[in-house]
């Protein structure tokens, strides 16, 4: 199964992904988490954050993932991924491939600013420090249309969030293995 986050810098995606592969551990499902600002280090260090370059980017990391998954590991995509498009892409080009939105308030982002990135998003125009493509503040977040799952993290503890994320994979699996018996049996 193949999971691609998508939501704002600083909306939770790290947290909750790394807690549920900790929490998953100990039911013995393997989860990878294909972290966008890990891969932009190596294999799309090429790339920028022009509309293109982030649509290619979760290309990348899609193909990673379907290569992990094919092995019955779980493979949770975390960036940013703010274009339906490239999102719907993703869900029709591989098989079982949920979409999970970590949603966020952009008050409460620019109140946590964990990377210092809204601060800068926000500084004047011309100033040296300032950020001109921060999704969220001066580039487009699209919403995903029909997420499987939603959770917003400024509404729910990090606990309640995890937990969610972890029962959200657990009956996902059930049902992937449910039709897979199906097929086997007939
Ligand atoms: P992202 O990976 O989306 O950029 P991070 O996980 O790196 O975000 O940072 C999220 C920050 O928000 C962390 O400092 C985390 O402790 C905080 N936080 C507060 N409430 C929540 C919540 N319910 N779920 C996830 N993170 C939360």
């Known amino acids: 199964m193949i999971i691609q986050l998508c939501g704002l810098s600083g909306a939770g995606k790290t947290t909750i992904a790394k807690n549920v592969q900790r929490k998953a551990a100990a039911y013995g499902t393997p989860i990878e988490i294909i972290d966008g600002d890990s891969y932009r280090e190596f294999l799309c260090r090429d790339l920028g954050f022009s509309k293109e370059d982030r649509c290619e980017n ?15 590991i779980v493979s949770i995509i975390s960036a940013i991924n703010p274009y339906e498009a490239i999102r719907q892409e993703l869900s029709a080009s591989y098989t079982h491939v949920k979409t999970v939105f970590i949603d966020c308030a952009v008050d409460e982002l620019i109140a946590r600013d964990t990377k210092g990135l809204y601060k800068r998003a926000l500084l004047p125009d011309g100033h040296p420090d300032k950020l001109s493509n921060l999704t969220g503040i001066n580039d487009p977040f699209e919403v995903p249309s029909q997420p499987d799952l939603h959770l917003h993290t400024d509404e729910q503890s990090i606990t309640a969030c995890t937990n969610l994320f972890l029962q959200f994979i657990i009956q996902s699996l059930a049902l992937q293995q449910a039709k897979y018996a199906s097929v086997a049996s007939n």
């Open 58 to 72: 979760i290309r990348r990391l899609g193909f990673v993932a379907s290569r992990l998954s094919s092995y019955g």
